[in-house]
């Protein structure tokens, strides 16, 4: 079957730094993204890794290893607003996206 | 401004009643996608929509029905046979479908509520 595990929350400070992990076993992969989603909100998208390695945007950075099925997202100099779900998604062999559930991220002042 | 629009926002419903969702987008954009969100689960696949008047069940297909007669609308009716409708809804759209960096954009979602 497929899968996407990520942690289910996490806690950092503002003006931190936070890695938010994606582990992940599917049916062939086109790409993993990152979406940003607050609460009862629509997710909005952050980034977009198809190739091994870094892609950095601003204060968020992607990190990608197709070998070891392995991505996460580094946000740094968190702000209170950063303070939302991160959702991990693979597209595979069909194009679809399969998502994982999401890391609900708190930042504490 | 280009965007998708759901509508409404909020919807209670009685058991037993067929409701149907709205989505439109002004994007221009082929894809069209219907995900149901559950608290603790990942987003999943209802239907999707590569081109007008052809569409594909996605994973959990079962007591929900879609349309695809124009471009722009793409909307979902929940039947009565589908067992645990009350769920928060998200309609999405991509450029394409396919390979590529072709994000999928949101709407705002309808939080469906059936007593």
């Known amino acids: 079957g497929q899968n996407i595990d990520q942690p289910t929350e996490m806690t950092a400070t503002e003006g931190a730094i936070v890695q938010i992990n994606c582990t992940y076993q599917?049916?062939?992969?086109?790409?993993l993204f990152w979406y940003q989603q607050h609460a009862g909100e629509a997710p909005t998208f952050l980034s977009y890794?198809?190739l091994d390695g870094l892609e950095e945007k601003g204060r968020f950075s992607s990190f990608l290893s197709r070998s070891k099925g392995y991505s996460y997202l580094l946000l740094k100099e968190l702000q209170m607003k950063d303070s939302a779900s991160y959702l991990c998604?693979?597209?595979?062999?069909?194009?679809?996206?399969?998502w994982g559930a999401g890391t609900k991220l708190i930042i504490k002042p | 401004d280009g965007g998708i629009t759901q509508s409404p926002k909020y919807l209670f419903r009685k058991e037993g009643q067929n409701v149907t969702l709205s989505c439109e987008q002004n994007?221009?954009?082929?894809?069209m996608y219907w995900y149901r969100q559950d608290p603790g689960q990942g987003l999943r696949l209802i239907y999707y929509s590569q081109i007008v008047n052809d569409f594909q069940k996605g994973d959990i297909a079962e007591g929900y029905s879609v349309s695809r007669e124009k471009k722009e609308s793409f909307p979902l009716t929940v039947t009565s046979a589908q067992k645990n409708p009350t769920a928060f809804y998200l309609c999405?759209?991509?450029?394409?479908?396919?390979?590529?960096?072709?994000?999928?954009?949101f709407g705002p979602g309808t939080r469906l509520t059936v007593t």
């Open positions: 890794n198809v």
């Open positions: 599917t049916s062939g992969f086109n790409g």
């Open positions: 998604a693979v597209m595979d062999s069909n194009y679809q996206l399969i």
């Open positions: 999405a759209s991509s450029a394409t479908m396919g390979w590529g960096s072709y994000e999928q954009y």
């Open positions: 994007l221009n954009h082929d894809a």
